[in-house]
């Protein structure tokens, strides 16, 4: 299996990647089926089932207008955020859909969309059934697909095999342990980055690559000034007041040091950027996956450390960073999971954390060694996180988690770069740990809005 750092890191909308990306993209696969099976000019109805945490929390995390969207034919990359409530409000009003923008069919939210929040298929929490009738009721088509997390899709057949992606693209330093991408990288004398760098190159040359992770970088840095610039209640009911734009008129007038370990000034930076993004993911913005939606503060947030607070920083050590930070987030997808649906927070929060402890380490001119040090550290700390989002939506506790794992990140890489690289725990060993750790997590604890804060917090 081939993941790059463009699946690790993509561009897509809030507030969730597993229940709104997701989703989104298999209804837009599902569509773009009946049209190429040439089935589109016969379909009259379509039906979307949810199971698991798509049925428990999917309506809080805009399940069901990014699957409208999706079955019209819009993508969560490009998609104005802006438009997608609206669409789907006038979707319901006139009970009417337009499959790919092609075939207009009716429909009815009541019978059409359905959260089955109880039920569970066999792959994975994260389970869609798709289902298509002609004027006369017969079924002409239905397929399965599942959100693996991180805005990862797959089919039923895929689900079956894997569940990670289906690209066998063969790479010049193919790794699937952090032992074999130290390996890999003390034989041939290279950095995790430039590995990295010479196994994307088989999808693009280096000049494109370098082109997208800067604009990935972009999007990033545009997710924190919107959130910093928009103000006003988080949408959903719990009455979140954004922080950010407070937040930063409180810091905006303090002077900056430059540094190696951050002062509290800085924490108070830290803490801004990641409750920006995480804020306006939650009020269902554009941002990065990094690698989830969730989590998506982490890696923004110690990568705007960097660049503003650390001695030396520079667009190279941008680039390393993302891309280090994307070989670690390949590791924990190939060897446990990313989905807190399938193994709590410490699958979202976890894993961010320690990317974004391995990208800093590496930009900071860690070794490889130290960089592994880094991530395996950011990981140790976050076992048995549990994902507990009341009312089902990634406000509370997530703003917060991400702020609280940004600085666990910048603490991790400074721990590591400080050392020289040796330690009791591998990596490898604290990612099966976290896989195990998930496995044995009661499903309540799974992003089901069933268990932990979720049920102990009286909602206002």
């Known amino acids: 299996m081939a993941i790059s750092l463009f699946d690790m890191l993509k561009v897509g909308i809030g507030p969730s990647s597993s229940h709104t990306v997701g989703p989104m993209k298999a209804a837009q696969r599902f569509a773009a089926s009946l049209q190429s099976d040439g089935l ?84 994975h929490a994260n389970g869609l059934c798709f289902s298509a009738w ?43 342990t952090a032992r074999e991408l130290l390996n890999i990288c003390e034989e041939r004398d290279l950095s995790i980055a430039q590995v990295m760098m010479a196994n994307e190159q088989v999808w693009r040359s280096e000049a494109e690559v370098r082109a997208g992770i800067l604009d990935i970088w972009q999007v ?21 007041k954004r922080r950010a734009p407070t937040l930063y008129h409180d810091l905006k007038n303090r002077n900056r040091m430059d540094m190696i370990t951050p002062s509290m000034g800085a924490l108070d930076w830290v803490n801004l950027y990641a409750l920006a993004v995480n804020e306006e993911n939650a009020a269902g913005g554009r941002m990065v996956t990094a690698p989830t939606n969730g989590a998506a503060g982490i890696i923004p947030a110690v990568l705007h450390y960097y ?12 680039i390393n960073f993302l891309l280090t930070a994307s070989a670690i987030g390949i590791l924990f997808k190939e060897n446990a999971s990313i989905s807190g649906a399938e193994v ?58 991400n702020a609280m794992a940004s600085l666990k990140a910048i603490n991790a890489a400074t721990l590591a770069v400080r050392g020289n690289g040796e330690h009791f725990v591998s990596l490898d060993r604290v990612i099966a740990t976290m896989n195990v750790t998930g496995r044995d997590m009661l499903d309540k604890y799974k992003e089901t ?11 206002c």
Do not use: K
């Open 40 to 123: 589109l000019p016969q379909v009259a109805r379509v039906q979307c089932q949810l199971y698991g945490s798509l049925g428990a929390t999917g309506r809080g995390h805009g399940s069901g207008p990014a699957v409208l969207l999706g079955l019209e034919g819009y993508q969560p990359e490009v998609v104005d955020p802006a438009r997608v409530p609206l669409r789907a409000q006038a979707i319901c009003e006139q009970s009417r859909l337009w499959l790919l923008e092609r075939q207009e069919i009716e429909f009815d939210e009541s019978r059409d969309i359905c959260f089955l929040g109880h039920e569970l298929l066999p792959y």
């Open 134 to 176: 002609d004027p006369s009721g017969e079924l002409v088509s239905q397929r399965t697909y599942y959100s693996v997390g991180g805005g990862f899709v797959v089919d039923e057949a895929a689900a079956g095999a894997d569940r990670i992606v289906e690209d066998d693209t063969p790479l010049p330093y193919p790794f699937h």
């Open 220 to 240: 990033m840095q545009e997710c924190v000034q919107n959130g910093i610039r928009n103000e006003g209640i988080l949408p959903g009911g719990l009455n979140v």
């Open 307 to 318: 660049v503003n607070f650390c001695p030396n920083s520079d667009q190279e050590g941008v």
């Open 344 to 401: 709590g927070c410490q699958g979202e929060v976890g894993s961010a954390c320690a990317m974004a402890a391995a990208g800093l380490a590496e930009a900071a001119g860690g070794t490889p060694r130290q960089v592994e040090n880094a991530a395996e550290i950011g990981m140790e700390h976050n076992l048995g996180l549990t994902c507990d989002p009341v009312g089902g939506l990634v406000q509370v506790p997530c703003i917060e988690r």
């Open 449 to 459: 809005s069933r268990g932990g804060l979720a049920v102990n917090v009286i909602e």
